[in-house]
């Protein structure tokens, strides 16, 4: 919890006290409870594309591979939206879900690096529909700049600041190689830039008041060779007391 | 924990028990655990690349913004590694939590799906130095067929079912689209691949020998906008707050 005073601006004394933290830390979500809502949200997606308006905790629960118990207290730190007996209006938790991820405003957003990577962020339409707009893209590379996707010119790296300040740009999606990434990422903050979607293999880091994603592909795929290796592992030892059991059993 | 039972072959009676899960479920680490080792990797890597050869768990904890304490107990899952005093030797601790993640192992990969995200990671040389080799890639596109990325050929996705028995692929990278996906995996489950990387937005069910790793990158955007959108509820609750106590202050 932060305490804040308040100082009058006329004879510069402490007029009061505020606490950031009533409605901010003290009702602050947990980051796992955050890191679940966007599925949710998206399996609500799928429920209603295949037309199912209702449905039960218990359903959701199995679809989701999460008890229904934890839905309920996931949900129940937004305030709920289950109804005893009726179980989820599909399409209002749906909406309330979008709500509380901020899926309902509209942000300007930039790509930064326009590789693979950032071509194929471009070419998602799906992000759009949520309310990420991509107004700009940018480019060191002669052979890309001038060059369009879906109708978004890929313009000079030196013409960003211009185009971040004129039209007040809330995200920057950064896919530059990691040597370049920090002094880009700090010039768009200096010039206001709030959120930053950092798919450069370096972990960035800036105050509190600039919110941060990074995406780490290879962390993922390092995760599933952990669990193949898992797997194996215990393939080999089932097969090594099998064998050892066979013996002794023959050797008796 | 689970008992099969082991079964003579010559005179079909039941030779003894198996229990799988002393080295399995039983010593099984938490996911929390496990996704936390590839960033473990990460940063012994980046440190490995400075010369930096010795790392206190203090400053390693700094570093990676997780305690200390935390860092001990996340190691302590897989014997420790550091010593009382001297901390943690750097190049050591990497390949160990290398080989803990199997990165010590060859995997045969193709990719399935060459648009923009699968070119993105065909081009990634990161992974292969990891020991992720791609060997094939795969589409129905037929401007995409006969195309190199990396030496590698697009081939079309009639011989794909030949190509994987042949070479027994490990790992298939999904990037094609969510209405095909399904279908696919299945064809590739039933071709002796084990471990699915799946890039398509829908979540891939198998029975427990697969081991799948689904990635949404919206996921990692919606959590951001989540965030962004809670930055300026608490700004606006602070502004108004103040704004409420300055009017108090000026009316008294």
Redesign the interface.
């Known amino acids: 919890m932060t305490i804040?005073s308040?100082k009058?601006?006329t004879c510069d004394r402490i007029?009061?006290e505020?606490i950031?933290g009533?409605?901010?830390e003290d009702k602050k979500i947990s980051i796992a409870v955050?890191?679940r809502?966007?599925?949710y949200?998206?399996y609500l997606g799928e429920l209603l594309e295949k037309d199912i308006l209702r449905i039960s905790s218990r359903e959701l629960s199995e679809k989701m591979s999460v008890t229904a118990s934890q839905i309920r207290q996931d949900l129940n730190n937004f305030g709920g939206f289950g109804q005893q007996g009726y179980g989820y209006n599909v399409e209002y938790l749906y909406h309330e879900i979008g709500k509380?991820?901020?899926?309902d405003?509209t942000?300007k957003i930039i790509i930064v690096g326009v590789?693979?990577?950032g071509?194929?962020?471009a070419?998602?339409t799906?992000?759009e529909k949520?309310?990420?707009v991509i107004v700009g893209m940018f480019d060191i590379n002669p052979r890309l700049i001038g060059m369009t996707v879906r109708g978004i010119e890929v313009r000079d790296l030196d013409e960003m600041e211009q185009f971040v300040k004129k039209f007040e740009i809330?995200?920057a999606i950064l896919t530059v190689p990691k040597t370049k990434v920090v002094n880009i990422a700090q010039d768009l903050v200096n010039w206001g830039v709030?959120?930053l979607?950092n798919f450069s293999?370096v972990d960035l880091k800036f105050s509190k008041?600039i919110?941060?994603?990074n995406?780490?592909?290879?962390?993922?795929?390092?995760?599933?060779?952990?669990?193949?290796?898992?797997?194996k592992?215990?393939k080999n030892?089932?097969d090594e007391?099998?064998s050892t059991?066979?013996r002794?059993?023959?050797n008796k």
Chains 1, 2 share one sequence.
């Open positions: 804040f308040l009058c601006y007029s009061g505020g950031v009533e409605m901010s955050i890191k809502l966007p599925r949200y998206r509380i991820l901020g899926l405003k942000y590789g693979n990577i071509q194929a962020l070419n998602y799906n992000f949520r309310g990420f809330d995200i709030s959120g979607w293999s008041d919110v941060i994603e995406v780490h592909l290879s962390d993922s795929l390092m995760t599933l060779s952990y669990k193949l290796n898992e797997k592992q215990i030892y089932k007391k099998r059991a066979m002794n059993h023959y």
